[in-house]
């Protein structure tokens, strides 16, 4: 990157941070304000917290000329999505105790509170903490929580894959002590120089940084929307290794055509042994090559398109001291979830539910908050969360199951997934009310938008048709909806960009079909083209390939032409 190019705000403040203590614990003491200030609330990400407010209330407040409604959000790092009843049960309270009632299970496995004010901050991270999970780096410019194939029913490849998700996770953990000072009351360290950060450096990494790890045939954790991925290579039961994936990445700007979303690269194998050196080595190059001046090009994936591939893998074996060996078959079905019951060779039961928005709270009519603590409060084995906002209720013994099923029952969750087989394909990230970034509704929007589509769909015969179908409320793409079949992604308020052609397994781009959309015309628009798919779809078809070949919308093959060929010749044929 050219050195004459100014470094990005972030990274002074970075610098200037003492790793990651800036004047936080000055912020929290004073409480003269529910806001930090705004060095503070950058460097709060690496600590798993941002500060939000509450949009549904900003006109109102402004016109009584009152501050904004501040409260913060905390993710917490479950790596791998495996949680115990324990801390289910915690998670719980501290929703019901410090946040707005509700848990979110986010897209990347994680727990999330929102509405947390300013005054419960520190005693949310610190009993968060107290039940063995924690938040640093689940935001910030740091390895994020690392994803894993939660299917238990795989078990003994899982169980491996998992304890691999978590090596990884752990190496990759910043060492600064700035975490423990600020929220555990922990010792404060004399000097800076003490301070060791022996991956990281001061500054960290130019941006945030992701990694998953898959097990085909399921997609279910995205590999291809990932800054660096494993594919678990398993023959005869046995895992043998992973292929190694890099540069995938959603986040886009509108109008700005040099952000795009972009495909992982798979360039390499490596052992089971040799996963955390190269997470680590990978992490390294972006450290060392990412682009500090410009953090709308300092993902790892523009470094990757910069630099090409090949030069990665030049790199990585650099680095590494050895090389990745070549790229072993495999195959991907799908990235969904299997839904309901499921028993493993053991005798135990797994159950997957639908869990919408990957909202759990309590309404009149389904008390789901309520019915999942009945459950943890009985449960012996664990809790596994989805990387589509899904919920398993995993490891059931058979003595446990009966009154499991029971609980189900009493709390209507039994037939969560007894939907249309779109909506059990649906995403959609949190936007408004508390993302600042959102243009447009996602999660309160995309569950009625799907009841006019599902219009459609039970016409046609389709019901039991899976097609991928993701909402956004902006194109930083947190449901990841530019690798689904069906992506509507937030314009203003009311108004969504359309893409289609998404791969159904998650393994290619969707290009832009219609901009600017209201709402309410997205059904008129859709139901002729599910129409046409049901009636004309050739065997086994999918309908993101559908749509390419009957000229909805070009193939968008990489990253770099996701903004081009936006009108296919037959496009007038819509
Ligand atoms: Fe995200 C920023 C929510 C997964 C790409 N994301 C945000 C923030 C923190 C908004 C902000 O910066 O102020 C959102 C908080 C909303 C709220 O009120 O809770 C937010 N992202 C989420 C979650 C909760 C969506 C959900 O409904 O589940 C997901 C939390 C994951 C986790 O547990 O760590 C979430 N975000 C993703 C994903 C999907 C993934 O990682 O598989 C992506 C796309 C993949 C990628 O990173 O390329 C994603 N989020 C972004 C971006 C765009 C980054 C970029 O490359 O440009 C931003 C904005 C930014 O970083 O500047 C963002
Ligand atoms: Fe917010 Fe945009 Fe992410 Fe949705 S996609 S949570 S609106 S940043």
């Given at each position: 990157m050219s050195e004459e190019k100014k470094l990005s705000a972030n990274e002074y403040i970075k610098t200037r941070s003492n790793y990651l203590r800036g004047t936080i614990a000055e912020g929290l003491a004073d409480m003269s304000t529910g806001s930090m200030s705004e060095d503070d609330q950058q460097l709060l990400k690496f600590h798993g917290t941002y500060q939000q407010d509450d949009r549904d209330l900003r006109a109102n407040r402004r016109k009584h000329k009152l501050d904004k409604a501040y409260s913060f959000m905390i993710r917490i790092r479950v790596p791998g999505g495996v949680a115990t009843p324990q801390q289910w049960l915690e998670t719980d309270r501290m929703a019901t105790q410090f946040a707005n009632g509700t848990i979110k299970?986010?897209?990347?496995?994680?727990?999330?509170?929102?509405?947390?004010?300013?005054?419960?901050?520190?005693?949310?991270?610190?009993?968060?903490?107290?039940?063995?999970?924690?938040?640093?780096?689940?935001?910030?410019?740091?390895?994020?929580?690392?994803?894993?194939?939660?299917?238990?029913?795989?078990?003994?490849?899982?169980?491996?894959?998992?304890?691999?998700?978590?090596?990884?996770?752990?190496?990759?953990?910043?060492?600064?002590?700035?975490?423990?000072?600020?929220?555990?009351?922990?010792?404060?360290?004399?000097?800076?120089?003490?301070?060791?950060?022996?991956?990281?450096?001061?500054?960290?990494?130019?941006?945030?940084?992701?990694?998953?790890?898959?097990?085909?045939?399921?997609?279910?954790?995205?590999?291809?929307?990932?800054?660096?991925?494993?594919?678990?290579?398993?023959?005869?039961?046995?895992?043998?290794?992973?292929?190694?994936?890099?540069?995938?990445?959603?986040?886009?700007?509108?109008?700005?055509?040099?952000?795009?979303?972009?495909?992982?690269?798979?360039?390499?194998?490596?052992?089971?042994?040799?996963?955390?050196?190269?997470?680590?080595?990978?992490?390294?190059?972006?450290?060392?090559?990412?682009?500090?001046?410009?953090?709308?090009?300092?993902?790892?994936?523009?470094?990757?398109d910069d630099r090409g591939a090949d030069w990665i893998l030049a790199k990585l074996n650099e680095y590494l001291g050895y090389e990745l060996g070549p790229v072993r078959p495999f195959t991907f079905e799908d990235n969904g979830d299997r839904y309901g019951w499921v028993e493993d060779k053991n005798g135990n039961s797994h159950l997957t539910l639908f869990i919408q928005g990957g909202r759990v709270l309590d309404t009149e009519s389904y008390p789901l908050l309520t019915g999942l603590r009945e459950i943890a409060k009985i449960h012996d084995g664990d809790f596994r969360l989805t990387a589509n906002q899904n919920l398993i209720i995993a490891n059931i013994s058979p003595k446990k199951r009966p009154q499991i099923e029971k609980l189900l029952e009493q709390y209507g969750i039994k037939d969560s997934h007894e939907k249309s087989a779109l909506r059990l394909n649906s995403l959609a990230c949190v936007a408004l009310p508390t993302c600042s970034l959102s243009l447009a509704e996602a999660e309160r929007y995309l569950p009625d938008l799907l009841t006019e589509l599902e219009e459609a769909i039970e016409e046609n015969g389709l019901r039991h048709d899976a097609i991928t179908v993701r909402m956004t409320g902006c194109p930083n793409g947190c449901a990841r909806p530019f690798i689904s079949e069906i992506g509507f992604v937030g314009r203003a308020p009311g108004r969504y960009n359309i893409y289609l052609g998404g791969g159904f397994a998650g393994q290619r781009l969707s290009k832009l079909y219609r901009e600017n959309v209201p709402g309410t015309e997205i059904k008129a628009l859709l139901a002729p083209i599910i129409g046409r798919y049901a009636k004309e779809r050739n065997d086994g078809e999918r309908f993101g390939d559908f749509c390419i070949r009957a000229g909805y919308v070009a193939a968008t093959v990489q990253g770099g032409d996701f903004h081009k060929n936006i009108k296919p010749e037959a496009f007038a044929t819509a």
């Open positions: 299970l986010t897209t990347r496995q994680a727990f999330q509170f929102h509405g947390i004010i300013k005054s419960n901050l520190k005693r949310t991270i610190k009993e968060i903490n107290q039940t063995a999970m924690d938040t640093i780096a689940a935001c910030g410019d740091v390895n994020r929580n690392v994803m894993c194939n939660p299917n238990p029913h795989l078990s003994e490849v899982h169980a491996e894959v998992l304890k691999v998700a978590q090596g990884i996770s752990d190496h990759l953990t910043p060492q600064t002590r700035a975490y423990h000072e600020i929220w555990l009351d922990g010792e404060k360290i004399e000097s800076s120089e003490e301070e060791v950060e022996p991956i990281y450096g001061k500054t960290y990494l130019p941006r945030k940084f992701k990694i998953t790890i898959a097990v085909p045939p399921s997609n279910d954790v995205d590999i291809y929307a990932n800054c660096l991925s494993f594919i678990a290579i398993v023959e005869k039961g046995k895992l043998l290794g992973f292929n190694v994936a890099v540069g995938g990445g959603m986040g886009s700007t509108h109008g700005n055509d040099a952000t795009y979303p972009r495909i992982a690269d798979i360039i390499g194998f490596c052992t089971t042994e040799q996963v955390v050196d190269v997470a680590e080595k990978v992490v390294l190059v972006q450290r060392d090559f990412g682009d500090r001046t410009d953090r709308k090009h300092s993902r790892f994936k523009y470094t990757v």
